[in-house]
């Protein structure tokens, strides 16, 4: 079947530390990979996307790279601030079946002062 | 942009009451879906339509039903509503089939059931 596997959160770090958020995927096909990000009484927005191996998808100084051998599109930033505190959500989807889309539980991410 | 916009951010009904949530979208999407979210269990898909009128179950339909009469509309409807079905509801709208875009999502209606 298709699903997303995230790492479990929360994630503290300090200003300006590295961020990793690791995503694992399974599909029947060939997917797109998406990453969303939910602030504090919010809904998701679209962070990033990747639709085909090899893609690197980024905004805002996240970034993320569509790695087919190893199905993952972990998400990656260099440096974060206080204000990337959010819940961050990996998704797939195969682009048929409705569009619908898989996603991955979540990673709740405190940046610390 | 597209918007997709929820008709209450806050809601607070009590039991055994039938609740409608209301979901509009600007860009003439034909796939719209409904979920809710809970700590820890991430999005679950309730239901989706994929064009006016027409729907489909997601994993968790049981307590929910939906309707959609107009394109731009989807409503997520608690028949008789249970302290269980309080959470976070989220719309999103999607065009056709085959393009790898994103679904957008509404902001989101957090349901309290009293």
């Known amino acids: 079947g298709n699903s997303v596997t995230q790492m479990e959160g929360p994630v503290t770090l300090s200003e300006e530390a590295f961020l990793t958020i690791n995503c694992t995927y399974t599909?029947?096909?060939?997917?797109?990979l998406f990453w969303y990000v939910q602030y504090p009484g919010e809904g998701l927005q679209l962070l990033l996307k990747a639709t085909k191996a090899d893609d690197k998808g980024s905004n805002k100084g996240f970034e993320a790279t569509y790695r087919k051998e190893t199905t993952s599109f972990h998400l990656e930033k260099g440096s974060v601030q206080v204000s990337d505190s959010a819940v961050y959500f990996c998704?797939?989807?195969?682009?048929?079946?409705?569009?619908?889309?898989?996603f991955g539980s979540g990673t709740k991410l405190n940046v610390k002062p | 942009d597209v918007k997709v916009t929820q008709s209450s951010r806050y809601l607070v009904k009590r039991t055994g009451e039938k609740v409608f949530l209301e979901c509009v979208q600007d860009?003439?999407?034909?796939?719209m879906f409904w979920y809710r979210q809970d700590p820890g269990l991430g999005l679950r898909l309730i239901y989706f339509?994929?064009?006016?009128?027409?729907?489909e179950k997601g994993d968790i339909p049981e307590g929910y039903s939906v309707s959609r009469e107009k394109k731009e509309r989807f409503s997520l409807i608690l028949e008789s509503a249970s302290t269980n079905q309080t959470s976070m509801y989220l719309c999103?709208?999607?065009?056709?089939?085959?393009?790898?875009?994103?679904?957008?999502f509404g902001d989101g209606t957090r349901l309290s059931i009293l």
């Open positions: 860009m003439d999407h034909e796939n």
């Open positions: 339509s994929y064009d006016v009128k027409m729907k």
């Open positions: 998704a797939l989807t195969l682009g048929y079946n409705f569009n619908k889309f898989y």
């Open positions: 999103a709208s999607i065009p056709g089939q085959g393009t790898n875009q994103p679904q957008h």
């Open positions: 599909a029947t096909g060939y997917p797109s």
